[in-house]
T-cell receptor, first 116, second 112 residues
Framework: DVKVTQSSRYLVKRTGEKVFLECVQD?????MFWYRQDPGLGLRLIYF???????EKGDIPEGYSVSREKKERFSLILESASTNQTSMYLC???????????????FGPGTRLTVT | GQQVMQIPQYQHVQEGEDFTTYCNSS?????IQWYKQRPGGHPVFLIQ?????EVKKQKRLTFQFGEAKKNSSLHITATQTTDVGTYFC????????????FGQGTILTVHP
């Protein structure tokens, strides 16, 4: 079974803190993704990576950065957390698709981040 | 980027009633995926549709991809309380390589 794990289920941080969210997958997937999920807005892509050290901005990258030093690990970094970054953060992974096709994404359990 | 609009946002049904959620795009989709997220859980892949007019069934769930590949639907026959959750459609774009754009989701509540 594919397993995607995230470092924390719940996290409470203060405004201005630097926050690291980590994600690890065990299926040798090329792609890894970070989403945030807010009520009524669905899943919005923050960043994704298709290879080690490679990254691409998603739809809402502002205020976030990412790091992928190893194939199995993808980190999301909030350089200076703000209250509007309070959300559920979901990591996902998949095999690399072609330009017009794609594989299913496997999601981690999510991290509910509260910034106070 | 490519956008998919999903309706309705919420649906309340009595157990045993049918349920349908729709996903629409203004552009032709290369394929579409459907995911289910149980309350407190994470999205789980259900199915992928690729061909124009494709229909696939999983027990009480029927998935359709429109002839023009601009819309899709998920229909649940005779809902059960285990069907509660949020259903998302998602589609790849022309620069995909695995990236998906998700619809806003339909939250299904089933009253026993």
């Amino acid at each position: 079974d594919v397993k995607v794990t995230q470092s924390s289920r719940y996290l409470v941080k203060r405004t201005g803190e630097k926050v690291f969210l980590e994600c690890v997958q065990d299926m040798d997937h090329e792609n890894m993704f970070w989403y945030r999920q807010d009520p009524g807005l669905g899943l919005r892509l923050i960043y994704f990576s298709y290879d080690v050290k490679m990254k691409e901005k998603g739809d809402i990258p502002e205020g976030y950065s990412v790091s992928r030093e190893k194939k199995e690990r993808f980190s999301l970094i909030l350089e200076s957390a703000s209250t509007n970054q309070t959300s559920m953060y979901l990591c996902a992974s998949s095999f690399l698709g072609g330009r017009w096709d794609n594989y299913e994404q496997y999601f981690g359990p999510g991290t509910r981040l509260t910034v106070t | 980027g490519q956008q998919v609009m999903q309706i309705p946002q919420y649906q309340h049904v009595q157990e045993g009633e049918d349920f349908t959620t729709y996903c629409n795009s203004s552009t032709t989709l290369s394929n579409i995926q459907w995911y289910k997220q149980r309350p407190g859980g994470h999205p789980v892949f259900l199915i992928q549709l690729v061909k124009s007019g494709e229909v696939k069934k999983q027990k009480r769930l029927t998935f359709q991809f429109g002839e023009a590949k601009k819309n899709s639907s998920l229909h649940i026959t005779a809902t059960q309380t285990t069907d509660v959750g949020t259903y998302f459609c998602a589609s790849a774009g022309g620069t995909s390589y695995g990236k998906l754009t998700f619809g806003q989701g339909t939250i299904l509540t089933v009253h026993p």
